[in-house]
Structure formats: C-alpha cells, structure tokens
C-alpha cells in the first residue's frame, strides 16, 4: 500500500455537454503534487483530526481552494476544514470547487484503525521492534492492546499473550506486581486477571493469582495445599521481576477454555475459575470468543516499569496500525424453498455482524446464470423477485462492514413451471366439547408446497373468530362452531380444511383457580380469605360470578365476608374452609394450631411433621427423629436474608434435607443437602454437590455440629460464611417469586436423631417463649443512590413479616430535603402509606430525601424499621464570563492586560464562591496570582496562558482560559 496519497494543487477541468444547463461533475485521473501541497494518507488512527486547509484544485489553469466533504464510514456526510475521525473504517473525502456552473471534483478514500496499543493516561510510551513491542509504564498507569485475540478453542498448551519483563538494570527490579486482564471484545464486565507478583524472600520466584468477574484473585499453592485470596502469596512460579538467573523472565497468560483454568507458565496451573472449592461464582466464559488484554504495573522501585509484550497467541506483533480485516458474519435462513414461474418470490432473511461495525446492512441480488460468462441480474424489488423461466435462480448476500470488508453468501432457487399442490388432511381428534373446559380440535397435516408451511388454526361461529393454539381451545357459548386450518408456505401459497365442532353446555358452575390458603391457621390470628372467580355455562353461554365464603368445623360452619379480617376463634384440629356458588362447594381442609400453653407461647408448637417427637429446652427446640422423619415451621418466612441455625447433635443424623418451598407456588423449591462425610460433611443443591467442608459434621469427633442456613440473593451457605449460587447446581432456579417460603426438615439417614434448631430468621425457639425479634423487612428492585433533579423515582414496594405475630401493620413514609412529606405523580400521600405499595414520584429539590418503612407486630416489642436516602447533590459548576474580546498578541517586553470577569453558580452565592487566578507561561512556569494582580509582564516570546478557575460551595469546579501570543 503506498505511504501516502496528495492532492493536486491542480486539477483539469473536464468540460461536457451539460455543463451549459446544470451544474457538471468532473473527476481528473491526474494529479500534481509538490512539497507545499495538502497531503492525504492512506492511514490514520482513530481520534486523529484531518484538516483540509489549504487544499486546491485547479479550474481553468488556475489553483482554486477546495471546499471538502467527508463521507464517513457510518454513512454520513459532513462538510467543513477540520474533520475529527472518531470511528474505525473506510472514509471518502471530496474536494471540489465550483466555477460558472461547473463542479470540478476529486474523491480519495482511506482508512482509519486504531493505534496497537493506548494508555489510561499521559507517561506511556512503546516502541516495536524485532522482539515485540517494547513498553515504558509509568505508576497508575493501564496499557490496552488494540488487537482482538480470538481465543476459540484455545487450551493450556497456548498462551494468549506472552510477555518479558525487562528491568532497565539486571539484578534491581523496575517494579515486582503485574496484572495482566483478558476482556471480552464485546462485553466489558466479562474479563479473567492474572496477577504476578515477586517473592518478597526469593528473587528468583514470584506467586501467581487469578480471577473471573466478580471474583476474588486466588492461587493454589501445591506445596502447602493452601488456598490464597488478594495477599502476597499464590501459585509459586520460578520467574523473576530482577532479571534473576536461573529463573524466567517471560510469562505468558494462559486460559483453557474447556476446563476455565489459568496458568503463567506451561503446567503452572494457578486456579481453576469454575471449582466451586474457591469460588462461590463460577466464571462463564468468554461468550464472544474474542478478547482484549491490557497491563498494569504496581509496586515500582524506579519511575518507569519495562516490559515487552512479544507476541499474541502465538503471532508476533509485527505491526501498530490496526484496522479492520475481517469480514463480518453472514448468515442467510434459507429454506428448502422452490420458485414458481411468473410467481413472486420471498428473497431469504438475512443478517450480519461483524466484530468492529457490529451489526451491518446486507444486500441481496439476484442473477440468472450465476458465475458463468452469460450471468445477468434479475429485478428484485421489494425484498422478492419473480421467475420468468424455470431454471436455477441465484440470490447473492453481500454484507461490506466499515472498512470494506466484504461477505458474500449465495443461495439458489429453483423455478418450477408450476407449483406443486398445498394439501392439509385431517387426522384424528375429537369433535365435540364442553362450555369453558379446554377442547382438543384434531390433527391436521401438511404436504406439497414450496418450503416449510406454517398452520394457523381458529373456530368460526357467528361470524366471530376464535384463536386455537397448540392444537386446544376453551369455547365460550354452546352451538356449532367450524373448525378452520389453513396453511400457507414459502411463496404465499395456501390451503384449507374445515370439520364441524359442537359445544355444548356444562351442568354446573366450573370455579376458577384454586384459592390460596396458608399450610395452618395459628388460633387468635387474624387471617383474611379471597373469594373463588366462578364461570357458570349452564345456561349456554358464560356468566361471571364469585363465590360465598363459609368456615367449618366440627359439623358447625358459619359464613364469612371476602377481603374482611377473621379472627381464628377455632379450636385446635382441622378447619374446613368452603367455597360455595349455588350448589356447588370447593372445600379445603387446613389445621388449626395453638401455640400456646397454659397462656403462654410455646414456641416448640411453631413446629410440626411426621414420625417426630418435640421437646424445648434453654438451647433451642429439640426434634427427635428417625429415618423418614419430616418437620416443617409452620408459619411462612421472608426468603430474602433467611437465616436458620441447627445443631445435628454428635451421631444419630446421616443425612439431612433442609427444604425451602415457596409460601404461593410449590412448583419453586430448592433442597438442600447435608450429608455426613469423614466427620465433616457435602453439601448438595437439588441433587447436585456444590461443596464440602471439614469445620461442621455429624459425629462427635466433628470440629461442630452446629449448621448456619442463609439464603441471600439467589445464593445459599450451611456454614454462614460460604454461599453459592444455586442456579450453579440448577439452572432452572429462578428464585422464589412470592418472597415468602416455607422450612421444612427431611431426615433422610437418622436413627434415634436429634435436631436442635436455635433460631429462625433470628428468632430463638426456645424456652424464653416470647417474641424477642422485630418484623424483618425486605424492599424490591433498586433503592437509594444519587439521583439529579428532574429524575422520577419508583418504590416498586416492599414485604415486612415476623415470624412468630401475623399482626402486622406495614407503611412506608418519603419526606423531602425540607420534612415535608412527599406527594406521588397519582396525588397520594406518602405518609404512612401502605408499605406493599408501589409509588412514583420526582425529586425537585437539593439535599437528602428519606424513604422509612416502618413494621409493627402485634406485641409492640420492637419495630422493623427499614431506612433509606436519595442524595440529591448538586453537580452543576459555575460559570466564568470574560468582560470583552481580549487582546490577542502582544512584544515581548509588553504588560499582558488580563480581561476581568464574573462567575455564577445554579446555587451558590457569588460572594460564597472561591476564585483562583494563574498564568502558564509559554516555558511552562505557573504564576498564581492575587487578588490585586490584573497584569503579566511578558518577558518571553511563546503562549502565554491565563486560567480563572472557582468552586461552588458543593466543590464543583469551574475553568476558564484565554491565551496570548507574544512576539519579539
């Protein structure tokens, strides 16, 4: 490629015919170029500024300024003397000039890429030479490499990028810590760092430590079996920071990407990122395939740290202009699809993406002979094409990225003189149905036709339509109804079948969804109940209604209001809770449990199961048990931080389940685990082990037997320490979507066992026999955080539950800067609002707002109390005006008059806001000035700089600068 392109000072001006009527455009294939001449390269780097000043062309013999136009690669185009080229990829620029009428014109193109390599701040350098590229760092600052890796199926044997640590001096290290981050091309919170650090004993060694996102930098170190998370140690590697004999000096960073595990060096391996020993979050990998690697330097000796990074994957870096070689992906979704003769046809979808453009535009032709010497295009218009003659017809994809890298992609279609017949044909099924119960219609086929047919199916019955998916629907009034398919393929072409379906009415009410009820009413609680949606087809066609309500025990019932609180005045025992709509009942049978004794609570009576015997002592509630014992605490917990803590006594428990099922759908349960191993214990998430550890177990020659559940954000711990994402071991898991769940115990290996439970969400269960622990409180989605005036801010709502009291009162109050209380966008109050609401409303003001959810039980022992703020701090800076247009140049020798101004802020009080004055001289000297000081002397020729710069009262700065020439 040549280094360098110009444009001519002159430019023939090609005259033609229309020149005398409309503006004519005339390109010269000649050029002149001399020293003085604008000079276009076939290469710039991104961020680069391309000025045109001083460019000509020449009309009739005579240099005429150009005026430019810039094409960018993003497919605008831009006029003007100064172009900045902020994208990778190809660029055309025009210069024309226009005399009389006539355009003379001339258009080049380049490329711009990106410089191999960028640093975070000002004090990096880098030179390529035959080794590599040579780096200088200074402290603080972050090296990126430019040019995307693609790592692909890479292994252990392969190392991403090697780099050779070259102190300045043998023997005295520059620095002794290097991190070294592989990040995805396209997703920046997805990297894996490596970070080598010297031996603080042995400078001929150093210790290696890695980690994925959101994990800690750890390292295994063999030789102690000891695990290291973010201290000096790690994996120990005989390579060295001091340029040290007999140790290496080169390292590479080396990933597997079947295994996720890291090395430094070849068999050096520092940790494994998906080992669920070292880290609660396993890393996922490297979705793109493609990275990106950058180098920081820490611990310096010297001011400058010296490395070389050699090579890439195994390529040396020959080069530091990087542009855009690729071409992007092409996929095309053909079909096995044929054309029919005089028929228009769909042309295939298509798309493309490509690694630097992204997703990129694809266009498509279609040709006649394709690749022949008799090839001819065919019209296409409006994404289809239509066959003149049968025959093969091909269709070309061609996707161009930025850079004009081209994908090209061909799919043929074969035009028939005629189309093949579409039949659908009715297979077996039912023909009948009844009112508002899901029907069945029958099978239906499909042969013949061009490409993959797509059935649509409905019921027709007095000119109205009903949708039938997956091959069932409900129907809604009794008669005939006409079962309708069609099928339509590829080109457009469709058949239909009809069958005859009769509905017919039911002969009694069909109840909506099942009522939910808690597992067991506690006696003298206060408990609501919501009436069954009821649907009554018995007449022909729908009729909504909804259900009375009556409670039963005893052979005695008596009937009860929807939505009202009911005092559970029932004697211990089964109450049978019915739900009738005429004659016809729904009844569901729920236990009554008294928890208290003698008028006192016993907390023991929280729990329940089979096969169980419960006692409670100082410690705790005990549960006696054996194989195949179950026990449940009866009320629902908040899930969001639950907590349980249980001792499994010192023999007796094999193996126990700990199960937490959500409090409205069962459907969401995790279990987890616990089994006896070598006197400590595994632990398994639904079936799958997850981990093991050697502090807790089963025995009495196990360090404890005491277990701390938590359950927290999707994770689960047994140790109270360690938590692990359960969607690890299933990935079906996705969370509890009631933020409520029940505990439950399964004694899967116990003979003559016993489990002492402490305390539930931090609630003892023991003799103390009383409610010791406030209403725990969880909010949802995001809250607090700094926010700007003008922002809208959503409450999405909040859950507040004790564990032992079900009387709960629950609100939530929002007060401004000023303890006014906060008015939502509907015009509620949010002054003791109902806590489980949600609620928008705007900041309109500087300061803090506060937003306080407060729970009370029934005991008034203590309150939940949940609260938070929203800072609303003022990030405007003052502004600085200069008084008049100042003086530009001034001679050597001269006073610099600097200009006055003033300064304003949003908030801040003129008087309360803090000036400084300097002046930069052109040698580079800074000169603060006083208050009194309204004048420089130039005593040197250059730039002379004046800055005012000043701070609100919130601390945000201003800056304002003018500038003066002077001359001898």
């Known amino acids: 490629m040549k280094n360098k392109k110009k444009f001519a000072l002159a430019l023939c001006m090609l005259a033609s015919a229309s020149a005398l009527t409309a503006t004519a455009f005339a390109v010269s294939a000649q050029t002149i170029a001399t020293e003085e001449r604008f000079v276009l390269k076939d290469q710039y780097v991104c961020g680069e500024t391309l000025s045109t000043e001083g460019a000509t062309v020449l009309v009739d013999g005579k240099a005429v300024l150009a005026e430019a136009i810039l094409y960018r690669p ?51 350098s880098y030179a390529l030479t035959a080794a590599g590229l040579n780096v200088t760092l200074n402290e603080g600052n972050r090296l990126t490499v430019n040019q995307t890796v693609d790592i692909t199926g890479i292994t252990a044997e392969e190392e991403i990028v090697t780099i ?302 009903t949708s039938i998916e997956d091959g069932v629907w409900i129907p809604e009034s009794a008669g005939e109804y006409e079962i309708v398919y069609t099928a339509t393929d590829y080109i457009g072409n469709t058949a239909t079948v009809k069958y005859s379906f009769l509905a017919s009415a039911g002969e009694e009410p069909l109840f909506g969804e099942d009522p939910f009820l808690p597992r067991y009413f506690i006696a003298g609680e206060r408990y609501t109940f919501e009436a069954v949606s009821v649907r009554d087809y018995t007449s022909g066609s729908r009729r909504d209604g909804e259900s009375e309500i009556y409670l039963s025990q005893n052979n005695g019932s008596r009937k009860i209001s929807p939505n009202t609180p009911v005092v559970m005045d029932f004697a211990e025992g089964n109450l049978t809770v019915i739900y009738r709509y005429q004659e016809k009942e729904l009844r569901k049978n729920v236990p009554v449990v008294s928890v208290k004794e003698d008028g006192l609570l016993n907390l023991g009576k929280y729990f ?151 305390n539930v969400n931090r609630q003892p269960v023991n003799t103390a026999n009383s409610d010791r622990i406030p209403p725990r409180i969880v909010v949802s989605g995001d809250y607090g955080g700094e926010k700007q005036i003008g922002d809208e801010i959503v409450l999405e709502g909040a859950d507040a539950l004790d564990v032992l009291d079900t009387q709960l009162i629950f609100t939530l109050t929002v007060t401004d800067p000023d303890g006014n209380v906060v008015i939502d966008l509907d015009g509620n109050s949010l002054e003791g609002a109902d806590g489980r609401g949600a609620y928008r409303f705007r900041i309109e003001q500087y300061g803090s707002y506060k937003v306080s959810y407060v729970a009370k039980d029934g005991t008034g022992f203590q309150d939940g109390v949940f609260n938070y703020v929203i800072p609303v701090e003022d990030k405007t800076a003052p502004e600085i005006a200069f008084a008049g247009e100042a003086r530009a140049e001034y001679k050597k020798g001269e006073t610099i008059l600097l200009p006055e101004f003033r300064v304003s802020d949003n908030l801040s009080a003129t008087e309360n806001i803090t000036v400084y004055r300097y002046v930069t001289t052109s040698s580079g000297s800074n000169v603060l000035l006083s208050e009194e000081s309204g004048a420089v002397v130039a005593m040197e020729t250059g730039v002379y700089a004046y800055f005012v710069v000043c701070y609100d009262e919130a601390g945000n700065m201003g800056l304002a600068k003018v500038t003066f020439t002077v001359t001898e």
């Open 74 to 124: 993003d497919g605008v185009a831009v006029t003007g003397a100064s172009f900045r080229l902020d994208r990778v990829g190809e660029y055309t620029l025009e210069l024309f000039a226009d005399r009389a009428g006539v355009r003379t014109s001339v258009r080049e193109t380049f490329l711009v890429g990106e410089d191999i390599c960028t640093f975070s701040e000002e004090g990096g």
């Open 164 to 465: 050779a640590v070259t102190p300045s001096v043998a023997g005295i290290a520059d620095f002794t810590k290097i991190t070294v981050t592989a990040t995805d091309a396209e997703n920046p919170d997805c990297y894996v760092k490596m970070l080598l650090q010297a031996s603080p004993t042995n400078p001929a060694a150093s210790y290696g430590l890695a980690g994925g996102t959101n994990q800690a930098l750890t390292g295994y170190e063999k030789e102690w079996d000891r695990i290291h998370k973010n201290n000096e140690w790690g994996t120990y590697m005989p390579f060295t920071f001091y340029g040290t004999d007999g140790a290496t000096a080169e390292f590479g960073l080396r990933y597997d990407s079947a295994t996720k595990k890291v090395y430094a060096l070849e068999g050096r391996e520092i940790i494994d990122l998906d080992e669920r020993r070292y880290f609660p979050n396993s890393f996922a990998g490297f979705e793109s395939g493609k990275i990106r690697i950058s180098v920081e330097c820490s611990s310096y000796q010297k001011d400058k740290a010296n490395f070389i990074v050699k090579k890439l994957r195994g390529a040396p870096v020959t080069k530091t202009f990087i542009s855009d070689e690729t071409a992007p992906v092409l996929t095309v979704d053909k079909q096995d699809a044929y054309a029919v003769v005089g028929q228009s046809f769909p042309l295939f979808p298509a798309s493309a993406k490509d690694d630097v453009s992204g997703a990129v535009k694809v266009t498509a032709r279609v040709y006649r002979n394709y690749g022949m010497t008799n090839s001819y295009p065919v019209d296409s218009l409006g994404g289809a094409f239509t066959p003149t003659e049968s025959g093969v017809y091909t269709i070309e994809y061609v996707a161009k990225d930025a850079s004009g890298n081209c994908a090209i992609e061909t799919a043929d279609v074969r035009a028939l003189p005629a189309a093949e017949e579409l039949v659908l044909s009715l297979g077996e099924g039912t023909t009948e149905g009844t009112l508002g119960l899901p029907s069945e219609v029958r099978d239906c086929e499909v042969s013949g036709g061009s490409g993959k047919a797509v059935v649509t199916a409905v019921a027709v019955k007095d000119g109205m339509e």
């Open 608 to 758: 329940r199961g089979e096969k169980i015997e419960i006692s409670v002592g100082s410690a705790g509630t005990a549960i006696g048990a054996e194989q195949g014992s179950r026990a449940e605490f009866i009320r629902e917990l908040l899930a969001e931080g639950l907590t349980a803590r249980f001792d499994v006594g010192k023999g007796g428990i094999g193996t126990l389940r700990v199960v937490l099922t959500d409090y409205v759908n069962p459907a969401e349960k995790v279990s987890l685990t616990l089994t006896n191993r070598d006197n400590g214990y595994a632990m398994l998430i639904n079936g799958t082990e997850l981990c093991a550890g050697k502090d807790i177990g089963f025995t009495k020659d196990s360090m404890s037997n005491e277990f701390s559940l938590r359950y927290e954000s999707g994770s689960i711990s047994c140790d109270g320490v360690n938590s692990y994402p359960i969607a690890d071991a299933d990935p079906s898991f996705r969370g509890f979507s009631s933020g409520r769940v029940y505990l439950e115990f399964y004694f899967d290996a116990a003979e003559n066992g016993t489990l002492t439970v402490k």
